[in-house]
């Protein structure tokens, strides 16, 4: 499941305006964004939606799900982060 994370997400940060570098292992994935406040407004945006994710570090955001995560569970996830940087995006 690690593995289709790490390739749905790095495959929407090549189009989206936000997604930065997208790195991990296994499940604990990360993405960069531009700054803090914009980690944090993808945070709440997530929350919102019903995901729950982290900041961390200076500008990036971590996904740390389950080890029994399905595949239509991280395909969700994938769906709801990319939503919630198109809407942050849209408000900039």
Do not use: K, W, Y
């Not at 593995?3 to 189009?15: G, I, M, P, V």
């Not at 500008?59 to 198109?86: E, T, W």
Request: glycine share 8%.
């Amino acid at each position: 499941r690690g593995d289709q994370l790490l390739t749905a997400l790095r495959a929407e940060a090549d189009s989206s305006p936000l997604m930065g570098e997208v790195r991990g292992r296994g499940l604990m994935i990360g993405f960069d964004l531009p700054d803090h406040d914009t980690a944090v407004a993808v945070e709440q945006e997530c929350f919102h939606r019903g995901l729950l994710v982290l900041t961390c570090g200076r500008r990036s955001v971590r996904l740390a799900p389950p080890l029994v995560v399905n595949a239509s569970q991280c395909d969700h996830a994938v769906r709801v982060v990319v939503d919630a940087c198109a809407a942050i995006a849209a408000r900039t």
